[in-house]
Nanobody
Framework: QVQLQESGPHLVKPSQTLSLTCTVS??????????WSWIRQSSGKGLEWIGY???????RYSPSFKSRTSISGDTSKNEFTLQLTSVTPEDTGVYFC????????????????WGQGTQVTVSS
């Protein structure tokens, strides 16, 4: 059974870079046809898909996040990492990593497994 676990800071100051890591166990991030996504839940907005890195280590981002988002993978550690630059208090929320079955352009098709989520607060 594939399991995902988010890790990283819970408090980030405005203008800084948020870096979160998702550690995957029970499966490889380069397994066939999987899309490894970051999603967040913020106040008043519900769930927002941020972007993914897929089984070919190709990354794609939501237009809402593309200018300040980078997702990378480390196959030796079986991890993938989100970096979100120039954060503001509006970036406060719960961040999830998830294993997706596919994408249609910028729309995820579904997720087989989720991490438990990690709370991130942006405040000075």
């Amino acid at each position: 059974q594939v399991q995902l676990q988010e890790s990283g800071p819970h408090l980030v100051k405005p203008s800084q870079t948020l870096s979160l890591t998702c550690t995957v166990s029970g499966g490889s991030i380069t397994s066939d046809y999987y899309y490894w996504s970051w999603i967040r839940q913020s106040s008043g907005k519900g769930l927002e898909w941020i972007g993914y890195i897929n089984y070919l280590l190709f990354s794609r981002y939501s237009p809402s996040f593309k200018s300040r988002t980078s997702i990378s993978g480390d196959t030796s550690k079986n991890e993938f990492t989100l970096q979100l630059t120039s954060v503001t208090p509006e970036d406060t929320g719960v961040y999830f990593c998830a294993m997706g079955i596919g994408q249609a352009d910028y729309h995820p098709l579904g997720f087989e497994s989720w991490g438990q989520g990690t709370q991130v607060t942006v405040s000075s």
